[in-house]
């Protein structure tokens, strides 16, 4: 079985769904799934900060059980965890969503394995998910690929955390969870927790960037993230194009690796706003 996290509120719909459909489909092994989904309610920050619903996570429940009817999605509610332990923090109103920072709590939830693959909700697998998730950690306590802009503008080693292939038996050991929290705490970082990890992490395994790639999608390509970039034409500007943002799949990236995903996305999107399932 692999072992998911994702973190967010409602509007991760259709993120999470057109991941976990990527993975799904190329998978080749039709392998079982538990996905964690953490969520919180932090309407004292922002009205539309609610937690994800049950009928959302019920509907992607079945959606998973379809390709292997052992496979699992588990809403966890870290709201109280996320206020006694990094509520009101410096961070908190930072460049992202605080649902980011929610990460930081694996450690805290009873149950987590000691292998998770943490995932954004804007990537897409382009080929199976076990050559990222057989990943040999290498004595580090998480594995993952450089930051396309971090890696010129701030350290050759800086890593984009968007993708975190845990050792969590690991991480509990070092307490890089319980360091990411007082640096999250302490003071004000530029790219919040991604900031965090990197200073608190004691060792690191540095993937390859076919298993993060944030700017280009290549036959190698293992995960495309649909993150923000810079475009040059027809004038310098960055545009945040998502993978559900389909007609801009098509027209800006000229992508048609994934329309098998996303014509099934488009389907059970519409059973889903119809109150079916």
Same mark, same amino acid.
């Given at each position: 079985?692999?072992?998911? %996290?994702?973190?967010?509120?409602?509007?991760?719909? $259709?993120?999470?769904?057109?991941?976990?459909?990527?993975? /799904?489909?190329?998978?080749?092994?039709?392998?079982?799934?538990?996905?964690?989904?953490?969520?919180?309610?932090?309407?004292?920050? !922002? #009205?539309?900060?609610? #937690?994800?619903?049950?009928? %959302?996570?019920?509907?992607?429940? =079945? /959606?998973?059980?379809?390709? @292997?009817? &052992?496979?699992?999605? &588990?809403?966890?509610? /870290?709201?109280?965890?996320?206020?006694?332990?990094?509520?009101?923090?410096?961070?908190?109103?930072?460049?992202?969503?605080?649902?980011?920072?929610?990460?930081?709590?694996?450690?805290?939830?009873?149950? *987590?394995?000691?292998?998770?693959?943490?995932?954004?909700?804007?990537?897409?697998?382009?080929?199976? *998910?076990? %050559?990222?998730?057989?990943?040999?950690?290498?004595?580090?306590?998480?594995?993952?690929? !450089?930051?396309?802009?971090?890696?010129?503008?701030? @350290? #050759?080693?800086?890593?984009?955390? =968007?993708?975190?292939?845990?050792?969590?038996?690991?991480?509990?050991?070092?307490?890089?969870?319980?360091?990411?929290?007082? +640096?999250?705490?302490?003071?004000?970082?530029?790219?919040?927790?991604?900031?965090?990890?990197?200073?608190?992490?004691?060792?690191?395994?540095?993937?390859?960037?076919?298993? !993060?790639?944030?700017?280009?999608?290549?036959?190698?390509?293992?995960?495309?993230?649909?993150?923000?970039?810079?475009? +040059?034409?027809?004038?310098?500007?960055?545009? !945040? *194009?998502?993978?559900?943002?389909?007609?801009?799949?098509?027209?800006?990236?000229?992508?048609?690796?994934? $329309?098998?995903?996303?014509? &099934?996305?488009?389907? %059970?999107?519409? *059973?889903?706003?119809?109150?079916?399932?």
């Amino acid at each position: 079985m692999i072992n998911l %996290l994702y973190c967010g509120n409602e509007k991760v719909f $259709d993120g999470i769904l057109t991941s976990l459909l990527s993975i /799904v489909k190329r998978d080749q092994s039709h392998d079982s799934y538990h996905v964690y989904v953490f969520t919180m309610n932090l309407t004292r920050v !922002n #009205p539309v900060y609610t #937690p994800i619903s049950d009928r %959302l996570i019920s509907f992607l429940d =079945g /959606v998973m059980k379809e390709y @292997n009817s &052992e496979s699992k999605v &588990e809403k966890v509610d /870290v709201t109280e965890l996320y206020e006694s332990l990094m509520g009101r923090s410096p961070n908190e109103t930072a460049y992202c969503s605080p649902y980011t920072l929610i990460r930081l709590l694996a450690d805290k939830v009873e149950g *987590i394995p000691d292998k998770l693959l943490y995932l954004d909700t804007d990537i897409m697998f382009n080929r199976d *998910i076990h %050559l990222l998730y057989e990943q040999d950690f290498k004595g580090a306590e998480f594995a993952a690929s !450089n930051d396309h802009y971090g890696k010129y503008l701030i @350290n #050759p080693r800086y890593i984009n955390a =968007g993708v975190l292939l845990f050792d969590m038996k690991k991480c509990r050991e070092t307490g890089l969870f319980e360091k990411s929290r007082e +640096w999250i705490n302490k003071k004000k970082l530029v790219f919040a927790d991604q900031s965090a990890l990197q200073r608190a992490c004691t060792k690191k395994r540095l993937l390859p960037q076919r298993y !993060n790639d944030q700017k280009f999608l290549h036959k190698h390509t293992v995960v495309r993230h649909f993150s923000k970039r810079l475009f +040059w034409l027809p004038y310098p500007h960055t545009d !945040n *194009i998502k993978q559900y943002h389909v007609e801009k799949v098509h027209k800006v990236f000229h992508y048609h690796q994934f $329309d098998d995903i996303l014509e &099934e996305y488009l389907r %059970l999107k519409a *059973i889903y706003e119809e109150g079916g399932r």
